[in-house]
């Protein structure tokens, strides 16, 4: 066991050093508040005792300490007790799948954690306009799985599929390794049902299940991203793209960053709109992978850069065809050292487990230092370099892997042991130099409370006031998720 | 000339005869504010006389009694206009292109009109991420045309491109043909450069360039789509996808509606990532092409509807060999009546021509009532049967067009003269009829103030209550666009 409970404190306060927030006056919790919760849910699923799994996250970061996990099945419920909380100033944090990175699914006191995975009633399908209407509570995987039956699929995939939920998606506007092709959440939400921490519990429906709704402020997006700040998603009306009847893996080596962005711009003449997916794993990923996991590159020229390209198409034969056409060009033009196109689905699993271990095969070296950072492509891998320099032997291995088509790298610095020394090289400065370098300090992953402190670096100057006025309007109390992404 | 003084005047009070709201207690423009104007734009950039063109919308529907211009070409001089205007309580109505259908773009009293038409500076592309930024002021078509000279594409396409200007896009989140293919708005607009008219007239960007930023509330997108309630676009940064090098055009005729919703289901599946297009064209249509402007179908089965479909992809031969069998399919199933394939770019402009010159063939009939409305597929064509029947002889015409692939219908209903008695017929109910078959009365025109007094129908009680804060929160005085979306 990797994390003991000193460790997990240690890591903690690195992590929030600049500034742990004072707890704000909000109620506490009593045995009425629980005993109202017990009639509203039923006693069963009101939780007060055995609550680590719910106050920890997954990758033991952070820990809240809640006395209450409250599990409701609809939106009448969680209306009755968002009204209740706000009428006695109890602070709430809502949870999906709990499978975030930047701890904003955990309380970080004694917040009530509403817990919205029995929300998982209400599905329906619309197969001539392909739009999906279900609450929040449903894992990512089984609605994805629900709707390929009916040859469509959910426009978003990424690793925690089969336990993160939709409505934790939504309001993280989760990307994952097919927003290239699917666009982000925004091109896809039509529609939210949310219910505000305000005097009723309004249970209000934003946007529509239609694909044109010009006929207001299209307050839904709002709620798209704001990680659980302005109200908790119960329901969404979701455009499903059709599922591709055939799909093909590639990897291809290539020497240099400049030379991954030329085989991006040529993907996109040649693959057009079949391009469903450009990685990126550099060398240190693939030691990585070797040494910590045993697993070994398809490619044998050990090149500086991996990709792993993606298509989804509706004609295997011309799919393939395109493909050809692409890798022979990247090889007659000297482009890529080698490439292995994938010969069937087992090829194609391996070339994605090597992308999809790399996470968990850089937590095998100790400790790791982790960044999700959008840059503009003429940066993305100079970051890296940035790092080593800076750091130099003080850290084990600077591993960069992510989804470059669009632009969104995960950067880790591994260190055998947690470091005071080694943090203090990388925060601010990874944040610093990102901004500096017109990126964004998080790609994906969001702000939760790891970058609460860096949220505003490089902003306009009045976005931090408009943000606490916007969730004046929508959460009056101020109850809704304290201490993170709006301060 | 089909509209006179008298004869717009009383279709203007046809339009708005519900509630024709009273002048709210705004400053009133004096010399010193002109004076003040001509010092930050310049005398040549402030017009006082001829107004007209700005006072009017472009279908003669709507005329406001503005009596200034301003033409701002940089945000810091729509800063200190706004900032004025804040300060001295002078209501603002922000103008892009005037091409819009609702009267959102030209003043309801002497609002001062902020013509955004200089604001045509900036401009630069990355070719390797695919993101233009630009200024707000630029014309669509000249931003495509742009675009194309380095293989990409705006991700929108409309009628009034020519004229259109890319901030009114945005504000308005301007549908088009192509939506189908590469989304609303949202999907492309990665963030705004807006200016608010609060008391520093703040300039603020929202959003950036990159294509993925998870590090706070996604504001920008509030922007799209609230028709200038909330604040001055002048820039963006759009996501462009790679032009097509193939386009394919096909006209299909069927019989019933339930047949072109069939038909639609199976393009879905053999044209998959290619469909580009998906418009619908009922007999009404073409017999008005035949007789307002002796345009003649392709099709010569007479069908009861004609459907427009287009391909756009990067390989000419895969493309071809799709269409091919889709159209064999539905031959072969008897899905259709007749089917046409373009055979080259003067084929296909002529079917386009048929579906672009139908807004304008219906107006030859001498009165128009337009409705743009979204509705289920299985409710998209029963609403022109509602109205036939409930107008019976009464009206000259009842023609459906639009994009079916998006569910967005536009029903036009002719007649010879403005008639109140059909106004009355088709007023609210053809609104109620859309909202009581879970439609929208808007799918992509927006409300302006032709619909300013049916928005919130079937709406959460509170999206008023909650548009009207957020209204608050970035202007506060309620300056902007008054009269319209957000009352």
């Known amino acids: ?162 336990s993160c939920l939709i409505g934790g998606n939504i309001s993280t506007c989760a990307g994952g390794i097919r927003l290239l092709r699917y666009g982000n959440l925004h091109a896809n939400i039509l529609g939210l049902r949310v219910v505000l921490p305000d005097a009723k519990g309004s249970v209000v429906d934003f946007g529509s299940p239609l694909q044109k709704d010009n006929s207001g402020v299209h307050m839904h997006h709002m709620f798209v991203g704001s990680e659980g700040q302005l109200g908790v998603i119960t329901g969404a009306s979701i455009l499903s793209p059709p599922a591709p009847t055939s799909v093909i893996s590639a990897m291809i080596g290539v020497q240099s960053f400049a030379g991954c962005c030329a085989v991006l711009r040529d993907a996109r003449r040649f693959l057009g709109e079949i391009l469903s997916s450009f990685e990126v794993m550099d060398a240190a990923t693939m030691q990585c992978l070797e040494e910590n996991e045993q697993l070994h590159n398809v490619l044998t020229s050990s090149p500086n850069f991996s990709l792993l390209i993606e298509t989804s198409g509706s004609e295997a034969e011309h799919d393939e065809a395109k493909v050809q056409c692409f890798l022979e060009y990247l090889m007659e033009n000297e482009m890529a050292t080698d490439g292995v196109l994938a010969a069937n689905k087992q090829e194609s699993a391996f070339m994605w487990k090597l992308r999809e271990t790399a996470p968990l095969s850089i937590t095998k070296d100790g400790y790791v230092y982790k960044f999700d950072v959008s840059l503009p492509l003429n940066h993305f891998y100079e970051l890296s370099d940035a790092v080593k320099e800076r750091c130099g032997d003080k850290v084990h291995r600077v591993v960069t892997y992510g989804h470059m088509g669009d632009g969104n790298s995960h950067l880790n610095i591994t260190t055998k042991e947690p470091s005071f020394e080694v943090e203090n090289l990388l925060y601010p400065f990874v944040f610093d130099w990102v901004v500096a370098h017109g990126g964004s300090i998080s790609a994906e992953h969001g702000i939760g409370q790891m970058k609460r ?35």
Request: net charge neutral; proline share 4%.
């Open 1 to 162: 066991m990797r994390f003991n409970t000193l460790y997990f404190q240690a890591s903690r306060r690195f992590l929030t050093s600049l500034a742990v927030p004072k707890r704000l006056p909000f109620g506490v919790l009593t045995g009425k508040d629980v005993g109202f919760f017990e009639n509203v849910v039923g006693k069963a699923n009101v939780r007060t005792q055995e609550l680590d799994d719910f106050n920890k996250d997954w990758m033991n970061w952070y820990k809240g300490q809640s006395k209450c996990v409250l599990f409701p099945s609809s939106s009448e419920e969680v209306s009755a007790i968002l009204k209740h909380c706000h009428d006695n100033k109890l602070a709430v944090v809502p949870q999906s799948g709990n499978t975030g990175l930047v701890g904003g699914s955990v309380p970080v006191y004694d917040e009530v954690i509403l817990n919205l995975r029995r929300l998982n009633k209400n599905y329906s399908f619309d197969s001539s306009s392909g739009i999906l209407q279900c609450d929040a509570g449903f894992i990512l995987e089984e609605l994805d799985d629900r709707l390929r039956t009916e040859g469509f699929m959910m426009p978003l995939d990424l690793g925690a599929k089969g």
């Open 453 to 487: 402190d860096y949220a505003s670096a490089g902003k306009s100057e009045c976005i931090g006031d408009l943000a606490r006025s916007m969730k004046k309007v929508f959460d009056p109390q101020g109850i809704l998720s304290p201490y993170k992404m709006i301060m």
